[in-house]
């Protein structure tokens, strides 16, 4: 009999529910079954949560006779106003558009194609004291799972920061074709920067230096920013490789909804294996929150203000009450 009171179904209801504060204090204030913040800490520190879950969850939505994709990114989860925390790097954030102190969350998608569906399958915490692994490392583990799984993507979608030439060969050695961003210097040809090439709209034909032929597209934002996406692709179209590109968006829209509505980087535990476990956590309530919305049409914000709009309204009532 576990020695523990709380347990992984109310932690999990805890992080669904609230969206304001996820300590194991404000768990204990709420949690309808009486505990203490202090056997909330040591019950969090002791389970032993790993990325697998997160595969035995998904994996029903995961149909793999659809065609799809596998989209990887990497998040950070800021933890700038922290000191002596395990698990915390300096490291960029494209969303503070600096280096920042944080964790590295490295994760991968499943993106249905026809119905335009997207749930993660997989991810990592990068700590490189602990482990010694890299993101580029953890994102080729991540690839080997996925074909162990016996999941075959009509590409694997990622932006420049995974475009290695050891990536790139690695997606190749799987048998699968890949679609990515590649910086502006990067050397093509004969020695040439990719910025200084006349690239037509409907692509062009490189010689990646290390790699062999590829296939390069020019796409320019409305700011100006310019893209140079790229794939490996036999015979590419740009509606087929602009298609791609609109679902590689799925995983910035899955980075924010964890951020705000499930409280991925909003534990205030100090432990390593503590946080470790607390992302998971977050991510099969992701997870859960995901069922709800193909169920009940639900957004992931709607099902906040559902539960806000009660204890709203009870409050309201006894305000006025006493007016």
């Known amino acids: 009999m576990s020695r523990h009171k709380c ?27 009486a505990l203490s913040h202090d056997s909330i800490s040591r019950w969090l520190s002791d389970k032993h949560f790993r990325p697998r879950e997160i595969w035995e969850t998904a994996e029903q939505y995961v149909d793999k006779s659809k065609p799809c994709l596998l989209i990887a990114d990497d998040s950070v989860l800021s933890k700038v106003h922290s000191e002596k925390i395990d698990l915390v790097n300096y490291q960029y954030s494209g969303n503070a558009h600096d280096v920042i102190a944080g964790i590295g969350l490295v994760n991968l998608l499943w993106h249905n194609i026809d119905e335009k569906e997207s749930v993660p399958i997989d991810y990592r915490i990068y700590d490189k004291d602990t482990d010694g692994k890299t993101k580029n490392t953890h994102f080729c583990e991540m690839l080997s799972c996925a074909k162990l799984r016996g999941i075959t993507p009509k590409a694997v979608v990622m932006d420049e920061w995974y ?70 692709m036999e015979d590419p179209n740009r509606d087929a490789i602009t298609a791609i590109v609109h679902a590689r968006w799925s995983i910035e829209v899955y980075h924010r909804e964890l951020k705000e509505t499930c409280g991925i980087e909003r534990c205030q535990a100090r432990i390593g294996q503590s946080k470790r476990h607390h992302i998971c956590l977050a991510i099969l309530v992701w997870l859960d929150k995901y069922r709800r919305r193909l169920s009940e049409k639900l957004s992931f914000y709607e099902q906040d203000w559902q539960v806000l709009k009660q204890g709203i309204t009870q409050q309201m009532r006894l305000i006025m009450a006493n007016c």
Do not use: C, M
Request: glycine share 6%.
């Open 163 to 232: 475009s290695s030439l050891k990536n790139l060969k690695a997606i190749r050695d799987h048998g699968w074709v890949w679609v990515t961003t590649l910086r502006k210097n990067r050397k093509v040809n004969r020695d040439e920067r990719l910025e200084n090439l006349s690239i037509p709209e409907e692509g062009r034909s490189i010689h990646l230096r290390g790699y062999g032929w590829v296939t390069v597209f020019k796409f320019v934002a409305k700011n100006g920013r310019i893209d140079y996406v790229t794939t490996n």
């Open 7 to 33: 347990t992984k179904d109310l932690y999990k209801a805890f992080l669904q529910a609230s969206s304001v504060r996820y300590s194991g204090l404000a768990l204990s204030e709420v949690s309808p079954n």
